[in-house]
C-alpha cells in the first residue's frame, strides 16, 4: 500500500470539509473494497477520512420505511428483527454480502457509494425505490446509479443513510460466482401495492438496472409462471470468463422466478 | 508517526506507527503475536481472523488506526494459562487440523460463531465458516470439531 495519511473524522460536516480540503481524498467506511484496492495499489488517495466516528450506523423502522445509517454493517442489517419482518429481501440480501468477517465491516454506505457492477446492494435500493440521503440532499435510486463505479454524488458528497419502503414481499437470489462470491447475477423483487419492481445485479454493462418485461410480467400475476418461455435480450449485459451475456440474460430469469417463489 | 493504542488480549499497548500500517501487521511484527497468520492477503482466506470488540475480522483487511481504541483478541488470547480454550481442545481432539496455517483463523471464527448462537446445524457451521479456507482437511473434521466445541460451550 502506498503511503497515506489517515484520519477519523468527527462527524459528517467535519468529514466533508476534510475531504475536500485533501487532494485526493478517500472516505473510508468499511474498507472491505477500498483496503484490497490500496494493498494492490490500484488507488493511492493521500488522505483516508474514516466515517467510524460519525454516528452513521442505525437502523430506524418508521411506518412505510426502514432507514439505514451508512455506516450500518451488513451483519447488522442481517441480524435486525424490524429488517427481517418488513422486509426479509433486505435482510437475506445482507446475510448473503461476502462472509461473515466481511458483514461485520462492510456497510450499506460504502456498496452504494462504490456502485460494483456486481454488489447486491444496489439491487435492493433500486428495486424498493429507495432514496439515498447525502450531506447534501436527497437522491431517489432512479438518479443515484449512473454507471459502472458511477454514481450521482459529487466528488465531496457523503451518504448518511439509505431509506427502504417496505414492500408487501420482497426476495433477494443471486447466482454467486463460486470463488469471489460476487453476483454473476442477483436478482431483487419486490411486490408493492401498485406494482411489481425487479432490480438486477452482476450483468448489466452500466450496472445495476431494472427489468421492465420481467416487471409487467408480475404485475400482471405475482407467480413465478409468469416468466415461463420469457427470454431476455443479451443487449447491454456482461460478457466475462465466468459468464457470457447470453448465459447471463437466462440466468436473469431464473433468479427473478428464483425469488418470486421465495417470497 | 502517530500513535495507535488498543488493547491486546487484556493488555493495553501503544506504539507509534505508519498510517498505512495494516492491523495484521501491527500484530505480527510490532507486537509479535505470529500466531495470526497472513494467507492470502486478499481477505479470502481467513487464516488472519481475530476478534475487534467481539467481531470477527479479517485483519489483513483493517488497518491498526481503525483499531484505535478498540477491544482486540488474538488466537493467543483465549486460552486459559495451560488450559485449552474449548474450541482449540476440540480441535486437537477431533483432528480438526492438518498443517495448521488455517487453524488460527477457523478458530477465531469458530468461537464468534458458537458465540452468537449455541444451537448450530452443521450447514450453519459450514456457512458461517464460509470466509476460512483450509486446504488440508477438506472440512470434515473442522465442522465435527466445532459441533463438539458448541456442546462444551453449552450448547
Do not use: W
Not at chain 2, 486446504?135 to 459441533?147: A, D, F, L
Amino acid at each position: 500500500m502506498y503511503a497515506t495519511d489517515y484520519v477519523k473524522a468527527a462527524d459528517v460536516a467535519d468529514a466533508a470539509a476534510k475531504l475536500a480540503a485533501a487532494d485526493d481524498g478517500k472516505l473510508l467506511a468499511g474498507g472491505q473494497t477500498l483496503l484490497p484496492t490500496l494493498k494492490q495499489r490500484l488507488a493511492s488517495p493521500d488522505k483516508l477520512i474514516d466515517l467510524a466516528g460519525c454516528g452513521l450506523s442505525s437502523i430506524s423502522k418508521s411506518g412505510d420505511a426502514i432507514k439505514i445509517g451508512a455506516m450500518t454493517c451488513h451483519a447488522d442489517v442481517a441480524n435486525h428483527k424490524d429488517v427481517a419482518a418488513a422486509n426479509p429481501g433486505l435482510a437475506s440480501l445482507a446475510g448473503g454480502i461476502g462472509d461473515r468477517q466481511v458483514r461485520n465491516c462492510g456497510t450499506i454506505g460504502g456498496s452504494v457509494a462504490n456502485n460494483d457492477p456486481a454488489a447486491c446492494y444496489p439491487a435492493a435500493v433500486l428495486a424498493l425505490g429507495g432514496t439515498i440521503h447525502t450531506s447534501k440532499r436527497d437522491i431517489a435510486a432512479e438518479d443515484f446509479f449512473v454507471g459502472m463505479f458511477e454514481t450521482a454524488l459529487d466528488e465531496d458528497e457523503i451518504i448518511t443513510a439509505v431509506t427502504l419502503p417496505t414492500p408487501q414481499k420482497s426476495a433477494y437470489i443471486k447466482f454467486p460466482n463460486p470463488a469471489s462470491r460476487y453476483a454473476m447475477v442477483g436478482v431483487f423483487v419486490a411486490q408493492f401495492a401498485d406494482g411489481v419492481r425487479v432490480a438486477v445485479t452482476g450483468a448489466g454493462e452500466d450496472g445495476v438496472f431494472r427489468a421492465s418485461d420481467i416487471e409487467a410480467a408480475l404485475t400482471a400475476k405475482f407467480d413465478a409462471a409468469s416468466l415461463d418461455g420469457m427470454t431476455m435480450s443479451e443487449d447491454g449485459l456482461m460478457g466475462d470468463i465466468h459468464a457470457s451475456p447470453a448465459y447471463r440474460a437466462h440466468l436473469i430469469v431464473e433468479m427473478a422466478r428464483r425469488a418470486v417463489a421465495a417470497c | 508517526m502517530p500513535t495507535v493504542s488498543m488493547k491486546v488480549n487484556g493488555q493495553s499497548v501503544s506504539h507509534d506507527v505508519a498510517d498505512n500500517t495494516l492491523l495484521v501487521t501491527f500484530l505480527r511484527e510490532t507486537l509479535g503475536l505470529t500466531g495470526t497468520h497472513i494467507g492470502c492477503d486478499t481477505s479470502q482466506c481467513g487464516a488472519c481472523v481475530i476478534h475487534v470488540n467481539g467481531a470477527s475480522v479479517k485483519s489483513c483487511t483493517m488497518l491498526a488506526a481503525q483499531a484505535n481504541g478498540a477491544d482486540v483478541t488474538t488466537i493467543e488470547g483465549i486460552a486459559n494459562g495451560d488450559e485449552l480454550h474449548p474450541m482449540q481442545q476440540a480441535f486437537h481432539e477431533n483432528h480438526g487440523l492438518q498443517c495448521g496455517f488455517c487453524t488460527p483463523g477457523m478458530i477465531m471464527s469458530a468461537i464468534e460463531l458458537v458465540e452468537t448462537n449455541k444451537n448450530l446445524s452443521e450447514q450453519d457451521i459450514r456457512e458461517g465458516l464460509e470466509g476460512n479456507i483450509c486446504r488440508c482437511t477438506g472440512y470434515h473434521n473442522i465442522v465435527k470439531s466445532v459441533q463438539d466445541a458448541a456442546q462444551k460451550m453449552g450448547g
